[in-house]
């Protein structure tokens, strides 16, 4: 199984990125999906959360300006990122739980990151 993110870069503050995030491999079922991000000399933190059934939730400090969604069809997942600021420079990583077609429990995966820079 693997996760390959996409859409990083360099934006001015207000502006807007689409990351993406797509799932391949072996799998039977995706359950949760999200995007969490890493600072310089800051923890890994969850950023927004899309579970199988659609229900969304984000930290405090991005409500209102990303929009986390899913197609399960294409076994993606997608942040969209407006009204950018600095404070949202960090590495973005994707995550999903993904049972595969053993039916043992699901395992969390991670991609290998997308930089995103907020800066003028």
């Known amino acids: 199984v693997q996760l390959v993110e996409s859409g990083g870069g360099l934006v001015q503050p207000g502006g807007s990125l689409r990351l993406s995030c797509a799932a391949s491999?072996?799998?039977?079922?995706?359950?949760?999906m999200g995007w969490y991000r890493q600072a310089p000399g800051k923890q890994r933190e969850l950023v927004a959360v899309?579970?199988?059934?659609?229900?969304?939730n984000y930290t405090d400090s991005v409500k209102g300006r990303f929009t986390i969604s899913r197609d399960n069809a294409k076994k993606m997942v997608y942040l969209q990122m407006n009204s950018l600021k600095p404070a949202d420079t960090a590495v973005y990583y994707c995550?999903?739980?993904?049972?595969?077609?053993?039916?043992?429990?699901?395992?969390?995966?991670w991609g290998q990151g997308t930089q995103v820079t907020v800066s003028s």
């Open positions: 491999g072996s799998i039977f079922r995706i359950y949760d």
């Open positions: 995550n999903a739980d993904i049972q595969t077609p053993l039916l043992g429990p699901p395992l969390g995966y």
């Open positions: 899309i579970i199988d059934g659609g229900t969304t």
